[in-house]
C-alpha cells in the first residue's frame, strides 16, 4: 500500500510548541507545516511525517517555537543615537541632546539606516512585527519591506516643523502618501501617530479622528506618560488629557495609548468603556522615571494591554523577551500579587495582544492553522537554561533574547542558528559606525 | 641601547578599561599587567609593550574590561530548583512546592550540584565572587575551591530541624567547624547567616553577635523583606525587625542585610547610624511582589548598598548584569529622579561597593595595582552593541551577560571567548538534567 504525501514548503519540529492559541498549551514533540506564506497544519511529529512532503525540514531537538513578537512602540531610527545622552535629566536630555542632534541630522538616509539596524536587531530577538513613530516614515516601511519585517508605520502628526514637514496639516497630507504607497503591501500597514496630547490642536486630532474612521487606519499615541504631561494640561485645558481625547471623539478600539503611568481610575474606566489599547513600555518609563502603568489593573478591567521596547535611545535595547521579563517582574510588586502576569499571559501580551493592538489579530499573534507564517525558535540548551521544568519560565523569567536561533515571516527562514540568511549584517554595522562617527564628532 | 623588560605572567589590552577607581574613568587602549595572583600595572598600551613580557597576552580589540562583579546574595543550590513552581501565591510556593522538595532532596549531593551549576552561569555572565546562604554550605565552599571562584559562605542558622542540622546550637557549631576548616583558604570566606528575624531567637542573635565580633565573621539575614514580616514582626514583639537586632545589638558595619523593601525613615536611620550594607535583589523583589527597596534614599543617607541576584529559583537567573540593568532603571521611577543609580554608580555597586559589603574591599572590586587579579571582559562587536557612545551605557542599560567573553580569578584565566578553560560545562548539564529528572518525577 503506498500513501502519496502532500508536498509543502517547510516542516518545522520543535521539542516544544506554545502555540498560544489554544491558551496555556505546550505542545511536545510537534511539527508546524508551512506553505505559500502561511501555517497549514500542526500535528505530532510521527503523523507530520507520515503525511508530508517538504522542500525544508527544521528538527529543532532543544528549542521553544512561538509566534513572532510584536514589538508595538517604537522608534527605529533612535538606535542611531542608543546611549548617546544617558543619565541626563529628561529635559537636558531633550534640549540639549537629542533635538539639537535630530534638527542636524535626522533625514531619509538617517531613518532608513537607523531602521536597518533596529530591525535586524529586533529580528535576532524574535520580533517579527513592530510599530514604528518616527519622522520619515517612508524611510522605515521601505527597510521594513527590503528585509522583510512587518511593520506598522504610524505618521507622525505634530504642530512643529522638522525635517520631514513644516506644519499640522502637512504632516497629514504627506501621512495619507504613504498610506496611499502602500495600501497594497502584504508588510506595511499605516497608522496615524499624533506624538502626544500637547503637541497636536483640537483641530488637528479632529481631522485625524475623521481619516481614521473613512481609512480604518488606527491612531497610536503618547498618552499620560508622565506626571508633568497630566498636570500641565489640567492647567492649560481644565482637563486630563484622555478626558480632551475621548471629548473629540478619539477614544475607540482603532486608539493605541502608548506608557499610561499616570492613571486614575475614571481614565482606567474611560479606556476600558472605549476598548483602547494600552502599550506597555516599562524600561522606557522606569529609565526615564516616568511611573509605573498599572498593568494588573488594565486587565482587570478587560482592558487589551500590548508590550513595547520603545526606542533605543530611551531603553537601550529592542529586546522584546528582555521587555517580557521586566514587564512581568514588575507587573507582580506594582499589582501587590505574586501571579499577575504570569509566564503565559505575558507571552500572550507580546504576540496575539499585541498583533491585536495593530488590528491583525486575525492574521498574526498565534501559530493557529491558516494564520500567517511568523515564528521564532529559541534555542534552550544552553548551560544557563537548565534544569527546564516548564520552558515557558525559562522563557520569561531568564534572559532569552540572544537564544532566538531561527525566525520566519510569512514563511520565509530570515534568521538560522542566529545568522541571517539574507541580510548584510556587516554592512548594517559599518553603516552605523559611519553615522556615530559623524554625530560623535559633532 | 638594549632595554631590559620585566617578566609578567600576563597582560590584557583592551579597547576600554573601567577600573572603578579612579571613580568615573574610563581608559582606552590600557593594558592590565598581572603577576602572581595580582594587578602591578595598568599604563597605556605602547608603554606595556616596552616594559613588559609576558606568557600571555590578550589583545581584547573591542572589549571593556571591567572587575569581576560581585554577587552579595543567593542561594546557588536551588538552581536546581529553577522554574520549578513558578506563578504560584509565595505561600503555595514555599508550602506545596519548594519545602517538600528541599525536604525530600537537600543534602550534600545536591548542594554540590546546584552550587556547580550555578558557579558555572555565574563565571559566563562576570561574576568572580559571590555570597551563598543555604544548608551544606561546606559543600558549596568545596565546589567554590574546585572551580576556583570566590566565596563567602553563610552558615546558615535558623530555629527548625533540617537536613543539615536540628537545633539552633547546632547550627551554629556546624558554622563554626566550616569556619576553622576554611580559615586559611583563599578562596572562601565565612559569614554567620541567621535566615531571617522570625526564625531566630534572640538567645542564638546573641550569640552569633558575640561570635561574629570574636571571629571578625560578617552576619547576612534577610530583613525587611515582605511588608507581612514587619507587621507580624509588631504583632509578636511590639518592634519592627530592625528594631529588634539593633537592641540586640547586631547591627554593626559587618552587618549585611538584604532586600529591605519596607522601610521607614527610622529604619534608614538605624541603618546609616550603624553602617550596616544594604544587599539590593530587585528582581527576586518584583518577582515575589514583595515590594521597593528605596535605593535612591539609602545612596542619599550615606549607606553603602550593594547588588545580589538572590537565588534562580526566585529569578531565574543569575546575571549580575543583567541585575544591574534592574536595578539601574527601577531605582530612577522608585526615587522619581532620571539619574539616580547611573551607570557608573551602578558598576560601582556591582564591584567594590559589593567587595565593601563583604569586608574584601581591599583586595577586590576595582581594577588597582596591588588588588587581585579579579577581572571580566565584554566583547561589544555586536550589532546590539552598535553604535557606541558610552561604553558604560551599554554595559548598564543593554543586556550584556552573555557578552562576557573572559574571566579571570586571582589571575588565572577561567573563561575565553565563553568557553570555559578548565570547567567540564558537558558534566555539568547531565548532572542537572539527572536531578531534574528525578524531582520531575517526584
Same mark, same amino acid.
Given at each position: 500500500m503506498t500513501e502519496t504525501k502532500k508536498q509543502v514548503d517547510t516542516l518545522i519540529s520543535a521539542r516544544w510548541i506554545a502555540p498560544v492559541i489554544p491558551e496555556r498549551t505546550l505542545l511536545e514533540h510537534h511539527t508546524l507545516v508551512l506553505h505559500q506564506?502561511?501555517?497549514v497544519d500542526l500535528l505530532p511529529d510521527q503523523q507530520a511525517i507520515l503525511q508530508y512532503q517538504a522542500a525544508n525540514h527544521f528538527e529543532l531537538q532543544d528549542h521553544l517555537v512561538i509566534p513572532g513578537l510584536v514589538n508595538t512602540h517604537g522608534h527605529a531610527a533612535m538606535t542611531l543615537l542608543r546611549g548617546y545622552a544617558d543619565d541626563e535629566p529628561l529635559m537636558d536630555w531633550l534640549h540639549k541632546h537629542i533635538w539639537p542632534i535630530e534638527a542636524q541630522f535626522v533625514n531619509y538616509d538617517f531613518v532608513k539606516d537607523g531602521a536597518s539596524l533596529a530591525i535586524a536587531e529586533m529580528l535576532?530577538? =524574535?520580533t517579527t512585527c513592530f510599530s514604528d513613530l518616527y519622522f520619515f516614515p517612508d524611510a522605515v516601511a521601505h527597510a521594513a519591506v527590503e528585509m522583510g519585517i512587518r511593520v506598522q508605520v504610524c505618521v507622525p502628526v505634530v504642530q512643529f516643523a522638522n525635517a520631514w514637514a513644516q506644519s499640522e496639516e502637512e504632516h497629514i497630507h504627506k501621512g495619507l502618501a504613504v498610506?496611499?504607497?502602500f495600501r497594497s503591501s502584504e508588510f506595511v500597514h499605516t497608522c496615524f501617530g499624533p506624538h502626544s496630547p500637547y503637541v497636536v490642536s483640537d483641530a488637528g486630532l479632529k481631522r485625524i479622528m475623521v481619516l481614521s474612521e473613512e481609512l480604518d487606519m488606527p491612531i497610536q499615541m503618547h498618552v499620560h506618560e508622565t506626571r508633568e504631561e497630566v498636570e500641565e494640561a489640567l492647567a492649560t485645558t481644565g482637563m486630563r488629557p484622555l478626558q480632551r481625547l475621548h471629548d473629540l =471623539?478619539?477614544? *475607540?478600539?482603532?486608539?493605541?495609548?502608548v506608557h499610561l !503611568?499616570?492613571? *486614575? *481610575?475614571e481614565d482606567i474606566h474611560l479606556l476600558a468603556e472605549n *476598548?483602547?489599547?494600552?502599550l506597555h513600555c516599562p524600561e522606557s518609563n522606569l529609565k526615564l522615571a516616568s511611573g509605573f502603568c498599572p498593568v494588573g489593573e488594565l486587565l482587570d478591567a478587560g482592558i487589551n494591554v500590548a508590550l513595547g521596547t520603545d526606542g533605543a535611545a530611551s531603553n537601550n535595547d529592542l529586546d522584546m523577551l528582555g521587555?517580557?521579563? !521586566?514587564a512581568a517582574l514588575l507587573a507582580k510588586t506594582v499589582h501587590g500579587n505574586a501571579t499577575t502576569l504570569d509566564a503565559w499571559t505575558t507571552l500572550k501580551m507580546a504576540t496575539l495582544d499585541g498583533a491585536r493592538a495593530l488590528g491583525l489579530e486575525h492574521r498574526l499573534g498565534s501559530l493557529e492553522i491558516g494564520k500567517l507564517a511568523d515564528i521564532a525558535a529559541i534555542d534552550m540548551s544552553d548551560l544557563e537554561s537548565q534544569p527546564i521544568y516548564h520552558p515557558l519560565s525559562q522563557l520569561v523569567y531568564t534572559r532569552t533574547g540572544h537564544k532566538v536561533s531561527h525566525v520566519w515571516i510569512n514563511g520565509e527562514l530570515l534568521l538560522m542558528d542566529r545568522q541571517f540568511t539574507q541580510i548584510d549584517q556587516d554592512r548594517i554595522i559599518a553603516t552605523t559606525r559611519d553615522w556615530q562617527k559623524k554625530i560623535a564628532e559633532k
Open positions: 506564506h502561511r501555517i535576532r530577538s =524574535g498610506h496611499d504607497d =471623539g478619539l477614544l *475607540s478600539p482603532r486608539f493605541q495609548a !503611568t499616570q492613571l *486614575s *481610575s *476598548s483602547v489599547h494600552a521587555e517580557m521579563k !521586566t
